[in-house]
Structure formats: C-alpha cells, structure tokens
C-alpha cells in the first residue's frame, strides 16, 4: 500500500524560471488537493480535483499557477515565472471521496533564489 | 471565510505529563474535524479525525469536540519526547462551493521534555 508520492522533494531555482511538481495520490482516490505551507503557517489551500476535474481555485492561485489531473490520476501543479514569494512547501493530499480523511504526500520544497 | 485559530505555543510540558492543545472554528455548520502532526521540515500526518461531540480516544490520544461551542481539543496522555511537533486542527467544510476543502490553523508547536 503506498501512500501519496511527490516529486520532487527539494527544488531550487532562479526566479523566472518555469518549475512543474508531480503528485500522485493514493490509488481509487478521487480528490486530489494541492495546498502551499509557509514557515509558521498552517496549509492554505491552492486547489482541488474531482477525479479530472479541477473544481476549485484559490484566490491564492495566479495566473501563474497552473494544475493538471489529465486522467484522473496523477495531478502537475506549475509555476510560471517563479518569484522568491513562492518559495514554500507544495503539498499534495488525496482522498477517497469528498467525506473521507486525506492524506498528504511528503511534500516539494521549492526555494527561489 | 471559515477560520480556525489555534494557540502557536510553544507548549512545552515534561515526559509523563498530559499536553492539552486547543482549537477554535468559525464555521459553525462545520461537521468534520482532523488534528494533524507535524514533524519540523515533513508533511503533515494524520492523527485523529472526530465528527460527533464528546471524546474520541485513540491510544494516548484523546479528541474532544463541543460544537456548541466550537471548539475541539487534543490531549495527548503521557507524553513522550517524539511527541514533540506541530499539531495541525483542520476543520472540513461539508457544504457550499468549498465542499471538502481543509482549513487549518496555524498549528500549536509541541515540545516534550526528558
């Protein structure tokens, strides 16, 4: 039984350059979430998915942000144009359906320089 | 916007001792509550998830829930030194256009001392 995966773990890059992470969830999860945690903050939620679908974006989610589940399985989740604001940690958590218990990934760690 | 407000801490107590940690919610047809640890630099692990009022326990973890008040709690009984973390509350929201989404707090920073 393996849990959600992430990759990568650890991404450094020069702002303005284009980072895409990976999340593959829990196998027969339908919900896929992507949340950002600052130092010293609780989670705050980016976005979600119904199986394809992505049915929600935060208000937190530019327009350089970009997320994907194509087939309903594993979800990308870009970052265009990096700024050193975006350095955070990126956590994906999946669930079986909208009212069970998620379950987060071990995360990517992006930092801007 | 739902909010969830938890004390950040520290909460620093001995080995052996019972560590109380707090947690509000704004949102009050919420029905679904989650306290999450945290170790320093990892993701968020799931301990405890509690919907109905009064007392879930789960080794030495116990959760309380008044929703009358808003409120819910964890009490960890005989803490140990690994005990020492963050601790997430995270509130569900079970209606509305946010269905499903979490909303957490800040996050309470435990350290248990030998």
């Known amino acids: 039984d393996t849990g959600v995966s992430q990759d990568p773990r650890h991404k450094i890059t020069k702002r303005g350059q284009n980072v895409t992470f990976r999340c593959d969830p829990i196998s027969e999860h339908n919900r896929l979430y992507w949340y950002r945690q600052t130092l010293g903050q609780g989670p705050e939620f980016l976005t979600y998915f119904q199986n394809e679908a992505q049915l929600e974006k935060s208000r937190l989610l530019s327009d350089r942000f970009s997320a994907e589940r194509p087939k309903g399985s594993f979800s990308t989740l870009e970052i265009q144009r990096t700024e050193q604001g975006d350095s955070a940690m990126y956590l994906c958590?999946?669930?079986?359906?909208?009212?069970?218990?998620?379950?987060f990934g071990q995360g990517t760690r992006l930092t801007v320089v | 916007q739902k909010e969830v407000e938890q004390n950040s801490g520290p909460l620093s107590v001995p080995e052996g001792a019972i560590a109380s940690l707090n947690c509000t919610y704004s949102d009050r047809v919420s029905q679904s509550f989650f306290w999450y640890r945290q170790y320093s630099g990892k993701s968020p692990e799931l301990i405890m998830s509690i919907y109905s009022n009064g007392d879930k326990e789960d080794g030495r973890f116990t959760a309380q829930l008044n929703k009358a008040s808003q409120y819910v709690s964890l009490l960890i009984r005989d803490s140990q030194p690994s005990d020492s973390a963050t601790y997430l509350c995270a509130v569900r929201a079970d209606r509305g256009s946010t269905l499903g989404r979490l909303y957490f707090g800040r996050g309470t920073q435990l350290t248990v001392w030998p």
């Open positions: 958590a999946s669930s079986r359906t909208v009212n069970t218990e998620a379950f």
